[in-house]
């Protein structure tokens, strides 16, 4: 960590991230972390805690649309070929330092938000059961494969949705521990604490090179 602090931002700087991106950032990691640690024990927290995630998620896909330059979609997110090459350029080193999100970091954030909507999607219906009624074409699938359990669904079928629940919600972990070991990579490499951005919403002014 002490070596990550030492890599300041010095001279000229520029706002990239606004307050909106920032408060959701910090929040979905609180609410991701409590959500996590209330699985086991904690019922109505960890119910809270999904609800929570649920309206942050939603809340940046609108954002992603609509906000602020480096917050839209349209600005950061790139063609797999473009982040295919970017990813060889880290392997290599030569990676270019983008303002925004870099490609690898963008299909990152497409990864979050795509598990963290599985994530919260299959916890609401393991509240109630009865909610995968609302979905037409679940029961064609679930409903043979399980047709000894109980209910319409069978037993198997609520088995099968807590353990997609669980699954998806230990590839966030994964895909967590990858986003942080890029952001340390990429604090590293191009001399500026990445995080602390993410708080104070500024980066280094872009040099010759760098793509804004």
């Known amino acids: 960590m002490t070596d990550l602090a030492?890599?300041?931002?010095?001279?000229?700087?520029?706002?990239?991230?606004?307050?909106?991106?920032?408060?959701?950032h910090w929040t979905l990691v609180v609410a991701f972390a409590i959500a996590w640690l209330s699985a086991e024990e904690l019922s109505t927290v960890h119910e809270i805690a999904g609800y929570g995630i649920a309206a942050l998620v939603a809340f940046r896909l609108v954002w992603g649309l609509i906000g602020s330059r480096y917050a839209r979609f349209a600005g950061f997110i790139k063609r797999p070929g473009t982040t295919l090459a970017y990813l060889g350029d880290m392997v290599r080193g030569k990676e270019r330092r983008y303002l925004g999100h870099n490609p690898a970091g963008a299909a990152m954030i497409v990864a979050l938000l795509v598990t963290l909507s599985g994530t919260a999607f299959s916890g609401w219906l393991l509240e109630e059961p009865d909610r995968m009624a609302m979905l037409p074409e679940v029961p064609q699938i679930v409903a043979p494969a399980f047709a000894d359990g109980d209910n319409e669904y069978g037993n198997g079928g609520e088995d099968m949705l807590e353990e997609t629940h669980e699954v998806l919600?230990?590839?966030?972990?994964?895909?967590?521990?990858?986003?942080?070991?890029?952001?340390v990579l990429a604090s590293i490499r191009h001399h500026e604490n990445l995080a602390r951005a993410m708080i104070t919403g500024d980066k280094r002014s872009p040099a010759p090179g760098d793509i804004g």
Do not use: E
Request: charged fraction near 10%.
């Open 169 to 183: 919600a230990n590839l966030m972990l994964l895909l967590v521990a990858l986003h942080i070991g890029g952001v």
């Open 6 to 24: 030492s890599h300041t931002t010095k001279g000229p700087t520029v706002r990239v991230w606004d307050p909106l991106v920032r408060v959701f």
